[in-house]
């Protein structure tokens, strides 16, 4: 199955688990300013999931302004070496400030895409959904000090999401 049916169905899955979530409500950031967060953005770690589970190193997005929305392109590597995309657009929530989003690899489903926390300089974020099913830390380099990750671990725990269960995406020096 290709990357991007993997992650359409994915997020028709987080779409899913949102509306059946009986978690505490889970806090987003209060703001983003979605022209400093467009750019390319490393994954550093992530909560497994089935729909990346191709992915052995290498995965990074790349957001750019889509008229009224945010357009997102996805990439991983895989075992073969191969070079996996999806192409995906987002929307803001209204009402949100840029912290809350609605993305899409495949219309019409559309999963929630939480800033959780946010680096005031746009170096690091913990995206997640209320669900708590999905996560993942990014960065605008393809490796972070230890510290922050501890701290952005320390974090996504104290939000409800399983920080043992986190696992770190490997880069290749190629991706740098």
């Given at each position: 199955m290709s990357y991007s049916l993997f992650?359409?169905?994915?997020?028709?899955?987080?779409w899913l688990t949102a509306c059946t979530s009986t978690s505490r409500p889970l806090a987003t950031v209060p703001a983003v300013d979605l022209d400093r967060y467009y750019g390319r953005w490393y994954e550093i770690a992530r909560l497994p999931n089935w729909f990346q589970a191709m992915c052995i190193s290498d995965t990074q997005a790349t957001y750019r302004a889509d008229g009224s929305a945010v357009a997102v392109v996805n990439q991983c590597r895989t075992a073969t070496g191969r070079i996996e995309q999806a192409d995906g657009i987002t929307k803001v929530v209204a009402g949100s400030r840029g912290a809350r989003l609605k993305v899409s690899f495949f219309r019409p489903f559309y999963g929630d895409y939480w800033i959780l926390d946010l680096d005031p300089d746009y170096r690091w974020v913990l995206v997640g959904e209320p669900g708590r099913q999905y996560a993942w830390i990014l960065a605008r380099k393809p490796k972070l000090d230890a510290a922050t990750q501890m701290a952005l671990l320390a974090r996504a725990a104290e939000l409800g999401f399983d920080?043992?269960?986190?696992?770190l995406t490997p880069h290749t020096p190629a991706t740098r």
């Open positions: 992650l359409s169905i994915a997020a028709a899955a987080v920080r043992q269960a986190f696992i």
